[in-house]
């Protein structure tokens, strides 16, 4: 990769970031370098942080030479292949009791699009998406790309409170809000799938590169899985 620029993110981390983009084949070339990275300097980095045309690799500033990690960086991206499948997970499947009290903004969504809610829950379920980061609460999925005649813009005035469970668009995205927050998507629909949950044994159900179904599923279905 010619194409990076690498820049100190204060004194414990380089920012390293791509063309601004947001596209799969960007998406990939983060994750990949990410990877490598990992393998390579898992004992001299604290974390790596997945944008979605960037990576923040943070360290440890008493111990680690900045120059020597962004020489190390530029090496392995110099000989990165060239972006291929960006996860070798299965597609995980979520299950979407849409509209009602559970979406009380599907009809807002299906007016946008001059269709009806049964049509604007198809064109949600139809897509495969693509998880691009992760993040805003503990295991927000950003998952793209929504289908444009269904990509409303956000709301003017956030709520104040999101139920955990929220299926959710904003624009070319959709998402799950893993806990109950503040936001300002479109509600469309509920799953009881948790994005998060610290007491599983990986706490994160997504990771970015991963693909993402939507179904759905009536009130009855979803009561039971509860």
């Given at each position: ?193 948790k994005p998060y949950d610290a007491l ?27």
């Amino acid at each position: 990769m010619t194409d990076l620029r690498i820049a100190a993110a204060g004194d414990a981390a380089l920012l390293v970031e791509l063309p601004p983009r947001i596209d799969a084949e960007t998406s990939g070339r983060v994750i990949g370098l990410g990877q490598a990275l990992r393998e390579r300097c898992a004992a001299m980095v604290r974390d790596v942080v997945v944008g979605y045309c960037s990576l923040t690799v943070y360290f440890d500033p008493l111990t680690i030479d900045p120059a020597w990690l962004e020489a190390e960086i530029r090496s392995l991206a110099g000989h990165a292949a060239p972006p291929g499948p960006a996860t070798d997970r299965a597609t995980i499947d979520v299950p979407v009791c849409y509209g009602g009290e559970y979406g009380p903004d599907l009809d807002a969504v299906a007016a946008f699009a001059h269709a009806t809610p049964d049509e604007a829950i198809a064109l949600h379920t139809d897509a495969l998406y693509r998880v691009y980061v992760v993040g805003f609460v503990p295991g927000f999925p950003y998952m793209a790309p929504v289908d444009p005649r269904i990509a409303v813009p956000r709301r003017a005035t956030p709520r104040t409170k999101v139920p955990a469970g929220s299926v959710a668009i904003a624009a070319g995205q959709t998402g799950i809000y893993p806990s109950e927050t503040p936001g300002g998507w479109h509600l469309i629909g509920r799953t009881h799938v948790k994005p998060y949950d610290a007491l599983r044994a990986e706490p994160f159900l997504f990771r970015p590169g991963d693909g993402v179904r939507f179904h759905a599923v009536d009130r009855a279905e979803f009561e039971r899985e509860r």
